[in-house]
């Protein structure tokens, strides 16, 4: 069977979707993954723009029938590549429009299609991965509690709502992605400076929070990525 297609969304900015992609890749590089970054924020390419140079990186626009099509040509034509997608903050428009052509490949791909969707405390987290779920039918969802907004209790919206529920009938976990200090969030954005670089170059407190804050993402990605 070929390689997981993992898809990062969330569908709003500032849920934290950067982050997740960027910990992901960083995980599935660690593992001598040949990973190959579908970056679709076009406009705000900043996944794209730090790890470009280390693995196989490709923009595209995915509000478009083209995009998709592109998408689905890299996944049909890399096999052997783990796919990771990081979705723009506008992602259900175009997953509402032409997600039905991943949807329908996914069987001729002989992939997984394993969505890890961020959320934080607000509904209209949960209102957009309610609309993804409904059109994105063969996927498998994780959905992450991105712990910057708070302890996993605080998040009563989404841990006592029928959709956990759903997500977790369907195979799916419900997870706390971890928080990591802003001061060190603040320097690897601003520099575009991967998660392997930062913990040789970063100041030495601010690497061992790094290596930290990987350990815990580790353990995150490792109970549902075989």
């Known amino acids: 069977m070929a390689k997981d297609i993992y898809f990062v969304g969330g569908s709003k900015g500032g849920v934290g979707k950067s982050m997740v992609a960027v910990a992901l890749l960083d995980y599935l590089l660690e593992k001598r993954e040949d990973v190959i970054l579908i970056e679709s924020d076009t406009s705000n390419p900043d996944v794209w723009k730090t790890y470009h140079g ?30 990771v997608v990081n979705s723009a903050s506008r992602n259900n428009v175009g997953v509402n429009a032409y997600g ?84 060190v969030a603040d320097d690897l954005n601003r520099t575009r400076m991967s998660i392997a670089i930062g913990l040789k170059e970063l100041p030495l407190g601010n690497r061992a929070e790094l290596g930290r804050w990987r350990t815990e993402v580790g353990k995150v990605f490792s109970s549902v990525i075989s």
């Open 100 to 183: 039905a052509t991943l949807n329908s490949s996914i069987s001729e791909l002989k992939r997984r299609l394993v969505t890890f969707w961020v959320i934080n405390r607000q509904r209209d987290s949960l209102e957009l991965l309610k609309e993804y779920l409904e059109t994105m039918t063969a996927t498998e969802v994780h959905a992450l509690r991105n712990a910057h907004w708070g302890e996993e209790r605080k998040f009563e919206l989404y841990n006592s709502s029928k959709l956990r529920t759903q997500i977790e009938s369907r195979g799916g976990r419900s997870l706390t992605f971890p928080d990591l200090a802003d001061r």
């Open 54 to 83: 280390a693995t196989k990186a490709e923009l595209i626009n995915m509000d478009e029938a083209d995009g998709w099509i592109a998408f689905v040509n890299i996944c049909d034509s890399h096999p052997e590549c783990p796919i």
